[in-house]
């Protein structure tokens, strides 16, 4: 079975007003079909920049990624788009939610966007999934931090992506709502047989993941 997501001894190196600076040091990672991984390590260790690297967000310095099978190295932008769009979904820590649209079209939106059909029927069953069937016409500003987290996820989710990225998802969340999302965000992806790569500095969180994958100082421990 091919990898979800394959990184082969890859480097990242951005400018600095001191000098380059080293992010990734030929870090090497795989994500299987289906599998979720929790990466944890501290701050400043590279969890985040490898989400970016796999996602083309960044550019590695050097070294191979490949996602859903294929090669991100030389792709353009468009080509990007291309392959991430209605296949990979990102959850961040801060929501991006748009302030001036209610639930049901912040998740609407995207996959209109992404040229998919029945988009009322998937945002409608994706919110209904998170527990917001009755929060369609609530707008961000109308709903709690974990309610718009859950937003958040199905719109991640609606699209039924091959591979969803979570960078710190409950990182702006007290404990116990934290908790609840991220049973969540696990229980959607497993029941929709996405993989899963989900940045955390909370173990109980990482817990839940089939692996966990631990970094320091831009390398894979």
Not at 8 to 17: G, H, K, N, Q, S
Not at 78 to 99: E, I, K, N, P, Y
Not at 154 to 179: K, Q, W, Y
């Amino acid at each position: 079975m091919n990898a979800a997501l394959s990184l082969e001894d890859v480097y990242l190196t951005l400018p600095a007003a001191s000098g380059p600076v080293e992010i990734l040091k030929g870090v090497s990672f795989r994500a299987m079909p289906g599998e979720s991984v929790a990466v944890i390590g501290p701050s400043g260790s590279g969890k985040s920049s490898l989400i970016a690297v796999s996602t083309g967000i960044e550019r590695t310095t050097s070294g191979k990624v490949e996602l859903l099978g294929e090669s991100l190295i030389g792709k353009s932008e468009d080509q990007l788009a291309r392959l991430r769009r209605g296949r990979v979904s990102l959850v961040f820590q801060s929501f991006h939610l748009l302030g001036t649209m209610n639930a049901f079209d912040n998740v609407r939106a995207p996959l209109e966007i992404a040229g998919l059909a029945n988009v009322d029927d998937l945002a409608r069953s994706a919110l209904s999934a998170v527990g917001l069937a009755q929060r369609l016409d609530h707008y961000p500003g109308q709903l709690s931090g974990g309610e718009r987290q859950r937003v958040a996820v199905a719109r991640a989710l609606a699209s039924n992506p091959a591979i969803v990225f979570a960078d710190e998802p409950t990182g702006n969340l007290d404990r116990a709502t934290g908790g609840m999302v991220a049973d969540m965000l696990f229980a959607i992806a497993r029941q929709r047989n996405a993989t899963l790569v989900v940045v955390t500095h909370d173990a109980e969180i990482a817990k839940r993941a089939d692996r966990i994958v631990e970094m320091s100082d831009g390398k894979v421990v």
